[in-house]
């Protein structure tokens, strides 16, 4: 029987079908109805209807471990007028008697002012519609019940008054105890509050007798305004309207209501969301780190310069040496790197891997390049909830042609014939990692329930974007490597038949052990300060901005890598080792390790992250990105090893 071929279409064919079977919950709102998206930067009118968007829930310390907001018991419809009267005169009526409602009590009373007149139509956990980037970042938008109308304060409204019962509170308390925070959105601004809060409990022992757990049911909008258009927007919680629901056991009413509070801001519309990195809900050691920036900078300047002069002083002296010497004693002298002279260019193990690798990496360095250029002109929202995720996507898809035509280009050159194989390769190196990772962490959000976990839809338009662009681009570049590329490889010296044996006896400073150690921390450290930054950004609630300084790091990874790959290569041919191939690749891609170590004490050192869920998500896509690494700087230092070895062997006389 006829075995089906193992191609990048099949395996991600079945991982569709497999991610649908664990979908079919997100499946089914697929085909509802959606509400369309409020668009940013609208003008109002007085009195125009505002739409209070909520997205979701987590905890505070694991930003990827989100949930539905309706996934907590808040309300789903709005009060109606005379509910609200009501509940505002039993209010009033409390405030002034004593032995009232403690859990209600406020400073002053509760107004029975509540704005305009409530319409209670607005319903609330309706999906809305999404963008790419945001289905991937984990949001789930939907409606909410609150009514907000343009320029029109609320001192006080009724949102909904309900009976917690025993499940509802334990939940509520779980999530309070677990830093659980909620994001809501106005247009495109993001709002952030905690659930609400504990007193009295032991760092380590938790719950005590005498503690308290306290839920937050009032919140207060405040909204700014800049010609008719919505420019900050922020939600706070009073603590002076909290209820006590530390017994979980005593069904409790609970009242939720709002204010909301406008505002003229001075804010242009199009600034207005430099006010994120300012905010108070953020942690606040995000600043601007140039003096980090010139450290690492002067470093690599230092590191640069002495390996160039170093370098240049040794191969000059070998240059003259070589040059004075005439045929007769030429054997007789010859040692070192032009010893191996006809085995330099054998070429590699294994070059369907190898070319592959090589393409691949190319193929992510220009996306990421692209990428950073993009942001850096703002061509790229970077505000924008899961713009970068949705641009790396569709720039890897545009850069396939790109990588596949490098690597069949090489493959070529090293005499290959079998270049589909090589395509296949190049399309699925990066492609097929990420889908393994991806399943495994899908899976543990679908067994949590957490918006982490991808909808159908979203699944489905990126194996569309594979399927239906990636790897045809990546067929592409193959045919044009093949048709229209250079097949010579155009080696300065002839390759004997016979490989030259090489030495085994190696000082342990020489050995490969070593010479990978020194490639990957010499480049790690200058880059380890912004590290921290990019983390905090990645894997907390840091709006990172910086993309320039970014940009500018990202160049000096490249360069500094490809320095210290070159000198270590003329180390290992100067003790006459001619397999530098695969040596250089590795070399310059330890890198990539040494930052996924960095992940490892980042995330018990410097994070407050826990559980299984985050813990998946952390280390299995940290995994991806230093993978990705690994091929972008191995296929950097591949390319500048490759110029520096045709150049030093083209200036010698070879027999």
Known sequence: MARLPTTPITLLSALLLLLYTASIVEAVPFFKRKHKRQKAGTKYGEHDAVHVVVNKVGPFNNPTETYRYYSLPFCHLHAGEDEHQKAAEEFADSSTLDGGDDAYASEGGIPLMSGRRIEGDRVGAERHKQRLGESIAGDRRETSPYEVSFQDDVEWRLLCKTTLGTKDLTKLK???????????????????????????????????????????????????????????????????????????????????????????????????????????????????????????????????????????????????????LDDESMEEEESGWKLIHGDVFRFPEFPVLFCASVGTGVQLTLATFFLLILALTNLISTTRRGSILAGMVVLYCLTCTVGSFISTRLYFQMGGKAWVRCVLFTAGLFPVPVATVFMWVNTVALAHGSTSALPFSTIFTITALYS????????????????????????????????????TEVPWYRSRFVQMVISGFLPFSAIYIELHYIFAAMWGHQVYTLFGILLFAFVLLIIVTSFISVALLYFQLAREDHRWWWSTFINAGMTGLFIYAYAFFYYFHRSGMSGVLQASFYFGYMAIISFAFFLMLGSAGFHFSLVFVKHIYSRVKCD
């Open 468 to 503: 239906l662009i990636a790897f045809p681009l990546t067929v592409l570049g193959g045919i044009l490597a093949k048709n229209y590329g250079s097949h010579d490889f155009n080696a300065p010296t002839r390759t004997t038949k016979v490989a030259r044996e090489i030495p």
């Open 174 to 324: 779980d999530a309070i105890h677990n830093n659980y925070f909620f994001e809501m959105f106005i247009e495109d601004l993001p709002m952030w509050g905690y659930v609400g809060d504990f007193e009295d409990e032991d760092a380590i022992l938790g719950e005590m007798e005498g503690s308290h757990t306290y839920l937050f049911p009032h919140l207060h909008f405040k909204i700014g305004t800049n010609n008719n258009q919505i420019v900050s927007a922020s939600v706070t919680t009073e603590r002076d309207r909290r209820v006590d629901i530390t017994n979980v056991h005593k069904p409790t009413t609970v009242q939720f209501s709002y204010s909301v509070e406008w505002f003229e801001d001075d804010l242009p519309w199009k600034m207005r969301m430099t006010r994120y990195s300012e905010s108070r809900f953020l942690p606040s050691s995000f600043e601007i780190h140039w003096l980090s920036i010139i450290n690492s900078f002067v470093l690599v300047l230092l590191l640069t310069a002495f390996l160039t002069i170093i370098l240049m002083r040794v191969l000059k002296n070998d240059f003259s040496r070589y040059m004075e």
